[in-house]
């Protein structure tokens, strides 16, 4: 099933970001507070509104995401390449902060 979360990009510097649920902007979508209904998502728009409206954020957007475990999963690939960085150079962007996996 498909919920939403709210993204944007934070102002002073690009960055994509998240609404999370203590009302921070976080660089990563996990922790991002997720809507389940129409007045939670009406919510969230509320909230967007508020952050451009104090030059927060730019391009705000309520995206569509899946819950795979306890990771959020964005269903376009367009917010996808945002979670993560650059396609083409997987040294830079979000993709190269995460540790890489290690062989059991």
């Not at 509320?46 to 927060?56: F, P, Q, R, T």
């Not at 705000?60 to 650059?86: A, C, F, H, K, M």
Request: net charge neutral.
């Amino acid at each position: 099933m498909s919920v939403k979360v709210l993204t944007a990009n934070r102002l002073t510097d690009g960055e994509a970001v998240w609404l999370g649920a203590n009302g921070e902007w976080l660089e990563q979508i996990d922790g991002a507070l997720i809507a389940r209904h129409a007045e939670a998502v009406s919510a969230l728009e509320e909230a967007g509104k508020a952050a451009i409206k104090s030059n927060l954020v730019i391009d705000v957007n309520v995206i569509d995401v899946e819950e795979r475990g306890t990771n959020l999963y964005p269903l376009r690939l367009r917010e996808r390449i945002r979670q993560l960085g650059p396609t083409i150079r997987l040294d830079l962007g979000k993709q190269a902060e995460k540790p890489k996996a290690t062989a059991a």
